[in-house]
């Protein structure tokens, strides 16, 4: 395309969504998506300057005053930050600061977090908190005083003095603080809850679902932005300071870490993951290491800020019209993307469920890309108001699974319609899918399903179950159609002639195939357990159970309240073994597996019951009954998980004598509960934190 259309275009595109994101906060766009042709846009003029406009989007801060909140003209302008996407563009970064300096000088760098949330200017008079204003276009901005005051960690008023080094100095006549305004995800997560469960009664009285939130960052700009400051006050949010603008009468300050120090004297939250270094190199460490621990946090990040520490230094590197030269953001990969749902579809598990699924317009997020995105079950499809055709927000966060997170509702087109549920079910058997009174499933009850077969024969082989390598879901599918396996026990008699016959195989990966088929009837009797797909019984009831019984035939002939007796099992799971056990087909496929050689007694596991399952508990310190490997195992004997360090998603930490400060302080500021040492012993003994 023209270049001189292609311009008009993306700024006619761009200034769209930017209204949209900071006018309306209602992006329909992910930034990543944003960022992109605002890039796009900036190659386009660096290639034809003569094109450049001073109203051109790339020249511009935010977005347009709306007109709801009265206008605050920032005394010093509120600029953005200039972006790297990758460690090539950090690297350039470095390079013009360098340049832009005296050769050689020593040059520090303060590595910050780069909160997702809404950038704030807060202004005291005499200590006093008089006005907050959001950035606006940069130079004017809204009014939002009422709802910043609701805020509880944003200081009312400041002491009169407060220590700058060793001096005691007086608070500055006039001090404006900006900062990022943010919601946690606890908070949005309450927020959504209550926005989902407000739905289902909607839909339940025959009304139309409302959007609900989809991320911490639109909620909470959604939060602050209210007319009326009590709703503001009720969604928790919270704030995090990051720079000065104007200040009158204040301390000579020479770094930006000592103005942290002295906002923090002041008693403002300064974020404690904060980090000054001396070198590019320690700046790449920074934001490789908050890339991989973004999840730990209890708010959300996009990326790292990297500033120039010595105040004198920024002085002479200056700004360009939109940004400063001495700083940058370091994105990280996205981790939300906007896409076409191109269609629902619904796969059949292996006990019959019927779940559906999105079929994406193929999208990078997260790190991979996405093609597919479960929709768990009808209510969700209903309640997210999600049709083939939509615009859909994607988002994959870390080793999530992808989610649908709602659509695009200004982009939906005319003719989408709304999804119903199939009746029968996709295989060639269409057997009627029924859900029944109550429950939220639906489900193929046509146990020969050829679906659920090959879902069975997928779980039997999968990691948790037999363990055999090389049998993944595609190789169980051709065996499948090739009419060699339609269940489980049939894999023990398969050829190398025969797997011969099946596309993508040669002699050697056939024989390697057979050799682990081989090797998983010593499976360990927990696992063969678990390989039968008996419903509800996971992993550790399959431990719990081989430990008390060590043999199938057992727990066979055990009668159910005799299983229900054994640690994590209970009654339900009792039932659901014996009327599995019930069945004759169940019967043939066990004497199936006994005859190809399957060896039911072998038990390798601990005799603890599996209190912790999934749990994760640090230990700090020193404790009287045990020595550090001895609480490990106690831990992990009982199914949880003992990692060295404290995240968000800490169950507990236990704390013994002389424990390490860092544990102490992070689980402090998370919230994780603490235990001492008859504590943990509770919780080793019910998997329970004590009252
Ligand atoms: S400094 C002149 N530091 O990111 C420098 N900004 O993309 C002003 N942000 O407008 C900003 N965390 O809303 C700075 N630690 C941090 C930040 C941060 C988040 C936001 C802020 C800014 C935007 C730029």
Known sequence: MDPVERIAELRSVIDRHRRLYHTLAEPEIADAEYDALIRELERLEVAHPELTEPSSPTQLVGGDIIETFAPVTHRVPMTSLDNAMDVDELRAWGERVMKGLDEGAAIRYCCELKIDGLAVSLRYENGQFVQAATRGDGRVGEDVTANVATIAVVPKALPATVMSGRKKIPIPEVLEVRGEVYLPIEAFEKMRAAKEAENLERVAAGRRPEPVPVNPRNAGAGSLRQKDASVTAGRGLAFWTYQVGEVVGGPELTSHRDTLDFLAACGFPVNPDIRVVDSLAEVERFCTEWQENRHSLPYEIDGAVVK?????????????????????????????????????????????????????????????????????????????????????????????????????????????????????????????????????????????????????????????????????????????????????????????????????????????????????????????????????????????????????????????????????????????????????????????????????????????PQTLEGKAVVVTGTLDGFDRESAERAIKERGGKSPGSVSAKTFAVVIGREPGASKVTKAESLGVPMLDEEGFRHLLDTGELPD
């Open 308 to 608: 120039v520490d010595d105040l004198g230094q920024r002085g002479v590197l200056g700004y360009t019209a939109r940004a400063p030269r001495w700083a940058i953001a370091v994105k990280f990969p996205p981790e939300e993307r906007t896409t076409i749902l191109r269609d629902i579809q619904v796969s059949i598990g292996r006990t019959g469920r019927a779940t559906p699924f999105a079929v994406l317009e193929p999208v990078f997020v997260g790190g991979s890309t996405v093609s597919m995105a479960t929709l768990h079950n009808e209510d969700q499809v209903r309640l997210k108001d999600v049709r083939p055709g939509d615009t859909v927000v994607v988002r994959k966060a870390g080793d999530v699974i992808p989610e649908v997170v709602g659509p695009v509702l200004s982009l939906r087109p005319d003719d989408a319609e709304s999804w119903n549920f199939p009746q029968v079910c996709p295989c060639e058997l269409k057997s009627t899918l029924v859900r029944l009174e109550g429950e939220s499933d639906t489900r193929c009850v046509e146990p020969s399903c050829p679906h659920q077969r090959d879902q069975r024969i997928i779980y039997f082989a999968s990691r948790g179950a037999m363990d055999i390598e090389g049998l993944g879901e595609r190789t169980v599918m051709q065996l499948s159609d090739a009419g060699l396996a339609t269940d489980p026990g049939d894999v023990y008699s398969l050829t190398v002639d025969q797997l011969l016959t099946l596309e993508g195989f040669g002699r050697v990966s056939a024989e390697k195939l057979l050799e682990s088929i081989e090797g998983s009837k010593t499976r360990p009797l927990p696992r063969i357990l678990t390989a039968l797909g008996i419903k509800h019984l996971g992993p550790s009831a399959a431990e719990a159970l081989a430990a008390r019984f060590g043999t199938l035939d057992a727990i066979m002939s055990a009668a159910d309240d005799t299983l229900a007796t054994v640690d994590g099992v209970g009654d339900v799971i009792a039932r659901s073994i014996s009327s599995w056990f019930a069945q004759q087909a169940n019967l043939d496929f066990v004497a199936k597996l006994r005859d190809a050689g399957v060896d039911f007694g072998r038990v390798e596991t601990s005799n603890a």
